[in-house]
């Protein structure tokens, strides 16, 4: 992966100025990591708010202060991959790296903290087909997410890095689409072959979306060739 994903991403739950501000932010913070932690271990489904703060040291009544259900905890899951969607779509406007390499690392990044808990890919999906609280929430992310990415499409289509004969929309919706379903197929068998079906759900994606007359292939650029 690239150095330039090697760096920590600001947490979407990050603490405002003041004191107070930062307590409450802390607490947030404190339950929501401690909750991904017990999802990877538990699974979404068997782990209960109880479960939660008791891990975090909370009393059970904290918990409601912070999130209205347990169902809100995917919003703040999808907000912490935004938050890293974002960063990344302001370093690609400053960086020279080439787009296949930065898109594969991107994909390669975004499925990082979803790797370490598969049943929470599987409630997200079914928070967005039920009628739950959240479910206009994660709708709001999925449009927010897609403007990001046809921002990025947009950099790699004026740098004539991607195919320009195609909306930048259509591109962003069909990347989206590539990663979120390879992670969800992925999620029914849990194990390590997540890495390596990004990379050939990638090289497929690059082959239909690379400039028509660049010539390269996945990964590759005019001195380099081959998986980054």
């Keep these: 992966m690239s150095s330039a994903f090697q760096t920590s991403q600001p947490s979407p739950l990050a603490p405002l100025p003041g004191r107070r501000a930062r307590r409450s932010a802390a607490t ?5 990591r401690a909750a991904l932690d017990l999802f990877a271990v538990k699974g979404f489904s068997e782990t209960t708010v109880e479960d939660i703060t008791q891990a975090a040291d909370f009393g059970k009544g904290t918990f409601f202060n912070y999130f209205p259900s347990k169902d809100h905890l995917l919003v703040a899951f999808s907000d912490m991959q935004l938050s890293k969607l974002q960063a990344a779509v302001e370093r ?3 960086s020279d790296e ?3 390499s930065f898109l594969r690392g991107l994909a390669l990044q975004m499925t990082t903290e979803p790797a ?13 087909l039920s009628s739950t609280p959240v479910r206009e929430l994660m709708r709001e992310n999925h ?4 403007r990001l990415l046809t921002r990025l499409v947009q950099t790699g289509q004026d740098r004539r890095e991607i195919r320009r004969d195609l909306p930048a929309e259509e591109i962003a919706l069909v990347f989206r689409q590539t990663v979120f379903g390879t992670l969800l197929m992925w999620s029914v068998y849990a194990d390590s072959s997540l890495p390596a079906r990004i990379h050939a759900a990638f ?6 979306i690379a400039p028509r007359d660049s010539g390269l292939a996945a990964g590759e650029t005019n001195s380099t060739s081959g998986k980054t």
């Design 28 to 32: 947030r913070e404190s339950l929501f």
């Design 143 to 146: 449009l927010r997410g897609l």
């Design 98 to 100: 080439p787009m296949p």
């Design 203 to 208: 090289d497929l994606l690059w082959n239909g």
């Design 116 to 128: 370490r808990n598969p049943s929470i890919i599987r409630a997200l999906l079914l928070a967005n």
């Design 92 to 94: 690609a406007a400053h």
